[in-house]
């Protein structure tokens, strides 16, 4: 009834699934073949996971292990929240039809007897509202009585349309709060595959294409070879530093079709690929990448610029605005990807405000600075809880969040500058800041890495090359597998350079070009102001919470767009992103849910 | 075995938030939630759901139904904590309190992390109240006793008030401070006590107008909560970020600090019996709750280790 309903009063045209079975579907001819392969890795595996349950179903391995596993799951009271809840259900729908019926009754009731947690974050909602959404579709006409929050199914499916569809409209005019995460990408890409796939209400359905097509299209105009580059709103330590460990490069193997190899039979990233296999879930669905998203994702013929505006998470205390704007600037070519966050506090914990990720089959391709910054009142703006003990009731989840040497983190004293591929950052921390230092993290297999008398850092990998001047000292320590560079300078800065033999020739010619660039410093100790002329000629003048002017006209952030550059498209507050690759354009309405395309 | 609250003396209400031996998303955590007690504390039982949704405080309005803040929103349970319903959606989340309006115990006010909202119709549905209200964040929020229109709200930017039930608010005081909580003298409507983030308590004896700091003896200014004694309107005790409890017996003239026994020196939650006032429990943040059996002089652990224990009520 609740459903009938909902249709009845949503006047909108549907050509979403259509066009989605059509003309934009994925062309890439060995998709079929890593679907296969990835169902048949994962059917294999003996771990108690609603993945590995759906695989072994749907390819007919282990089948009574599968239902075994499944029952477990059941009564598993060492398991719950959200995370259980979407999978479990996305796991029940994928297999119901070879499912006895004494278990999908007892599916039923795990489902609706365990009290869910909904979270307190972005993630967290999606994952919770897509399975209840599911569950009460699944099983209608239930009263209150049946369910964990004493609901009926209705109201619990009209709760979770509410906030799913308030999601899209957010994420689709003013961006996700939790953009570009290579480590939470699986929390929303999995449950809207899910929603994609089961969603009996057509509208529904439509709005979870468009919100994976934006997905799939947000990531793959900053990808490369499997890596999401760029700055990211949340990420874990591990995934920055190596960034094809992230849990998104699964994802673009199978969609993509990049990185060339397949994640989990590398060693060196079985201990940070969380053997989540989320994307059996996309292995198992009819969904298809749009083909225009693919060549998207994988041409770099051409370098270029990509920029966007997000939103800082919900700010609840300490700021005027609940979702001030995050702008970012990305520069992508074959070889690098440069990108960086314009700075300051937009998400607590996890930000990665800028880095260099190099094209490579090496792990820890990366390279970056930060400030380590931490206090309870960056937490309070976005936690409820107590100021004076946030602190340490992160580290119980996030251990790092204290560790001075932690490679996450948003500073309220960092502030970026970037053009192509020369990036200023500023730092300007305040006497009496906890972790009074900035680190740089630069990877110890790079091919060179050495300081050059005229103060920059040179490095290399393969044909790409990197150039960084600190401006105030700093000293060199090993680690395991990198070296950090640290200065306890409180004002500071960092000019960076990225060029590839395609752009300068050899490594010799790069390091002349920037050795000649111009660097003006005589505005720094005073006002933490820089002046530089990099080695394109190009003028870039920026102080810290001041303008940044570039060859004599001022920047404004604020003209950013929703998103902007040769593929993406979208007026922010549009609701509409305009998807480009040549001769072919894909245009998401959020408004209408509906997708034109035009070749 | 469930009991109705109604039908108890007086009954304790804990809120753990949170505790150390709690797992993340695991659904058999029976060291979060809801516990209740009916013999002072010499045992407690929890109840309802044992899944972490960060329980933040609870109360029984006089029928006996149960209302918790909570992270998933406002939970009512009117069987004495067997069975849970979610009253709220999905547009409200991170739910730090609730106030049962003394004079109708339909009408409910809830303080969030986005805005103060209010049920007229027991939790059937609720609706937000932010006219006035400069930033939506409310920590606390608290129905005046002797009369259900006059309604105090704890902000990071002062104490708020609405005289016409939540419909408008203004600022009442204290403009420039995080305030974190309010308690109302059980025995003298017009005064109401504020414990602030990091400038100490403030009082007011007219009904809210006028706010004096008094924190002589105070040497831990941040304060997280309030009791005051039921039938004596001089002894009032603190509860501390840092400095455990302290109390005064003078009606705020001398605080004094009284933590002797106390594991944990971070509180969060007071709670005097109104049955027998020498009894006072504690609830700190990761240490469990306290109880005291001497009107603060000594304090014995008496449960919950490592749990945070967010709020305290008893009916």
């Known amino acids: 009834m609740g459903l009938i309903l909902q249709m009845k009063t949503t006047a909108i045209v549907l050509l979403v699934t259509m066009i989605g079975c059509s003309g934009g579907a994925q062309d890439d001819p060995l998709f079929a073949t890593r679907r296969a ?34 029952d477990s799951l059941t009564y598993d009271k060492g398991i719950g929240g959200m995370f259980y809840a979407y999978s479990l259900i996305g796991t029940y729908l994928y297999t119901q039809d070879a499912l006895p019926d004494s278990l999908k009754q007892k599916v039923r009731l795990a489902y609706q007897n365990r009290m869910m947690y909904r979270g307190d974050t972005e993630n967290h909602w999606v994952m919770y509202y897509t399975g209840l959404y599911l569950a009460a579709q699944t099983w209608p006409n239930e009263p209150g009585e049946t369910w964990f929050n004493g609901k009926s199914s209705e109201e619990n499916l009209r709760e979770a349309a509410g906030w799913l569809n308030e999601w899209f409209r957010i994420s689709s005019t003013i961006g996700q709060g939790e953009f570009d995460s290579p480590t939470y990408f699986i929390t929303f890409v999995t449950p809207m595959i899910a929603l994609y796939e089961f969603a009996a209400d057509p509208v529904m359905k439509a709005k979870a294409q468009l919100m994976l097509d934006l997905l799939f299209v947000d990531f793959a105009a900053e990808h490369l070879e499997g890596n999401y580059g760029g700055a990211h709103s949340r990420d874990y330590p591990e995934d920055i530093i190596n960034p094809l460990g992230a849990p998104s490069t699964m994802w673009a193997w199978l969609y993509f079709g990049e990185p060339r190899f397949e994640q989990w039979e590398e060693t060196r990233f079985r201990p940070r690929n969380r053997g989540g296999w989320e994307a059996v879930f996309g292995a198992l669905s009819s969904y298809r990448l749009p083909a225009i998203i693919r060549s998207i994702a994988t041409d770099r013929s051409e370098p270029y610029v990509h920029t966007e505006t997000k939103r800082v998470r919900n700010v609840i205390r300490f700021g005027k605005e609940k979702n001030p704007p995050a702008y970012k600037y990305t520069y992508v070519t074959k070889d690098y990807v440069l990108g960086s966050l314009h700075g300051g506090i937009l998400q607590p914990i996890q930000q990665h405000t800028w880095d260099v990720t190099l094209a490579s089959r090496k792990p820890y391709n990366t390279i970056f600075t930060l400030h380590p910054y931490y206090s309870g009142k960056e937490l309070g703006m976005f936690f409820p809880e107590e100021l004076k003990f946030l602190s340490d009731e992160v580290d119980r989840y996030h251990l790092v969040y204290t560790n001075p040497g932690k490679w996450n983190s948003s500073s309220p004293y960092e502030q970026t500058f970037q053009h192509r591929n020369t990036l200023l950052i500023l730092y300007k921390i305040e006497k009496g800041v906890m972790q009074p230092h900035i680190d740089g993290f630069f990877p110890k297999n790079l091919d060179e890495r050495f300081v050059h008398s005229k103060g920059w850092v040179f490095c290399r990998l393969r044909d790409t090359y990197v150039g960084l001047y600190f401006i105030k000292p700093g000293e060199w320590t090993e680690e395991p597998v990198n070296w950090r560079w640290r200065s306890p300078a409180l004002k500071n800065g960092v000019i960076v350079e990225v060029g590839s033999e395609s752009e300068d020739e050899s490594f010799q010619s790069f390091q002349n070009k920037v050795l000649s660039a111009k660097i003006d410093l005589k505005g720094f100790d005073k006002e933490t102001s820089i002046r530089y002329v990099n080695r394109h000629g190009m003028e870039m003048r920026f102080s810290f919470d001041g303008p940044r002017i570039l060859n004599g006209k001022q920047i404004n952030l604020t003209d950013y767009q929703f998103f902007d550059g040769p593929f993406v498209q979208s007026v922010r507050g549009s609701g509409i992103i305009t998807i480009r690759y040549k001769n072919q354009t894909r245009v998401l309405d959020f408004n209408k849910a509906t997708i034109q395309e035009s070749h | 075995m469930f009991f109705s609250i109604a039908e108890a003396q007086e009954t304790i209400v804990m809120s753990v938030l949170n505790s150390r031996k709690h797992r993340l998303n695991v659904s058999d955590n029976p ?48 069987d004495g904590g067997a069975r849970w319903v979610i009253t709220t959606g999905w547009e409200m989340t991170e739910v730090l309190k609730v106030a049962v309006d003394p004079s109708n115990s339909s009408i409910v006010y809830a303080a969030t992390a986005y805005g ?59 403009k420039k401070f995080g305030v974190r909580t309010i308690a109302q003298d059980p025995s003298n409507a017009a005064r109401l006590w504020a414990g602030t983030q990091d400038d100490g308590i403030f009082r007011t004896t007219d009904g809210g107008v006028t706010w004096k700091s008094v924190n002589n003896g105070l040497r831990h200014k941040t304060v997280y909560t309030i009791a005051v004694h039921p039938n004596n309107s001089a002894i009032v005790y603190l509860g501390t970020h840092g400095g455990g409890v302290y109390r005064t017996n003078n009606g705020a003239k001398k605080w004094e600090q009284c933590a002797s026994g106390l594991g944990n020196p971070d509180i969060h939650s007071l709670l005097v019996l109104k049955t027998n006032p020498n009894i006072v429990f504690a609830g700190t943040l990761n240490g469990g709750l306290f109880r005291s059996t001497d009107s603060g002089k ?17 009916r």
């Open chain 2, 116 to 174: 103060i909202f209010k049920t007229m119709d027991d939790g059937k549905t609720w609706q937000e109240k932010h006219i006035g209200l400069p930033m939506p964040f409310t920590s606390d929020v608290v129905v005046d006793r002797s009369d259900g229109k006059r309604v105090f709200a704890a902000t990071e930017e002062g104490v708020l008030f609405s005289n016409d039930a939540g419909e408008s608010w203004k600022v009442a005081g204290l």
């Open chain 1, 37 to 70: 392969r990835l169902l048949d890795v994962v059917s294999r595996e003996q771990e108690k996971s609603p993945y590995v349950i759906a695989s072994k179903i749907h390819k007919g391995v282990e089948i009574d292990r599968a239902f075994i596993l499944l």
């Open chain 2, 298 to 314: 000594t304090w014995q652990f008496n449960s919950q280790d490592e749990g945070q224990v967010w709020g305290l009520s008893s």
């Open chain 2, 31 to 78: 060291v979060v939630g809801v516990f209740a007690s009916t013999n002072a504390g010499s045992t407690w039982e929890h109840r309802g759901w044992k899944e972490y949704i960060r329980t933040f405080y609870t109360e029984a309005d006089e029928r006996g139904v149960l209302w918790s803040a909570c992270g998933n929103g406002v939970l009512r349970s009117a």
